[in-house]
């Protein structure tokens, strides 16, 4: 069964293809969400919010969370679910 990971505002992915949950704030990261953007791997699914996470995907896409990369392992492990959307 494929277990989805919510991402927050009704988005969610497929928890078996994420690489990596990471935050936003360092010059590498940074670079890869300018990459991505500009070969078109980049999903945003901040709603207009602050990114606060980063989802790798092991199809390379990139993509933008607003909640918490503490929440969404929560999510991913199966703990959290009634936490609400920052």
Do not use: C, W, Y
């Not at 969400?33 to 996470?53: F, I, M, P, S, Y």
């Not at 990139?62 to 503490?70: K, M, Q, R, T, Y």
């Amino acid at each position: 069964m494929v277990k989805l990971v919510h991402v927050g505002f009704g988005n969610l992915v497929v928890g078996e293809r994420i690489v990596a949950l990471i935050g936003p704030a360092s010059a590498p990261i940074k670079r890869l969400k300018e990459e991505a953007a500009k070969e078109g791997r980049l999903v945003d699914a901040t709603q207009g919010r602050k990114t606060r996470a980063i989802l790798v995907m092991d199809s390379g896409h990139v993509i933008l969370s607003a909640l918490h990369p503490e929440t969404l392992a929560h999510r991913f492990e199966g703990e959290g679910e009634e936490e609400r959307d920052e």
